[in-house]
């Protein structure tokens, strides 16, 4: 018969524990690194954007996440209509902090 003392069970625990908040955190539960988010105007936040820009929204359709915080310059929504990305490849304006965030590019695009 196999017996563990009170020290190798709370190790037991701890282990168990680290394991499973590594596991919680490693899964990609909003879908960011699948190839399911398309670029989509919105007209509804276009005062929200700087003038030159367009408001838009980084769409999931599958999970029904977005991101509605992006704007992007007009040739650049009109050029990378209905192709899908990783949200992860969305290229943001370095000096940018504020909301909503300017899309300088998309780094790859998903076929």
Do not use: H
Not at 6 to 12: P, R
Not at 54 to 60: E, F, G, K
Not at 82 to 110: G, H, L, M, W
Request: proline residues 3%; charged residues 30%.
């Amino acid at each position: 018969m196999f017996c563990m003392t009170g020290q190798q069970m709370a190790m037991l625990a701890k282990y168990t524990a680290i394991l499973g908040l590594f596991l919680l955190l490693a899964c990609d539960r909003t879908g960011r690194n699948k190839c399911r988010w398309y670029l989509v105007p919105e007209k509804e936040n276009q005062t929200k954007a700087d003038e030159g820009w367009m408001a838009v929204c980084a769409r999931n359709f599958e999970n029904n996440k977005q991101d509605c915080r992006l704007q992007a310059k007009p040739e650049f929504v009109k050029s990378n209509y209905n192709k899908k990305f990783r949200y992860t490849d969305i290229v943001f304006s370095a000096q940018d902090t504020r909301f909503p965030k300017r899309i300088e590019s998309i780094e790859r695009f998903c076929k």
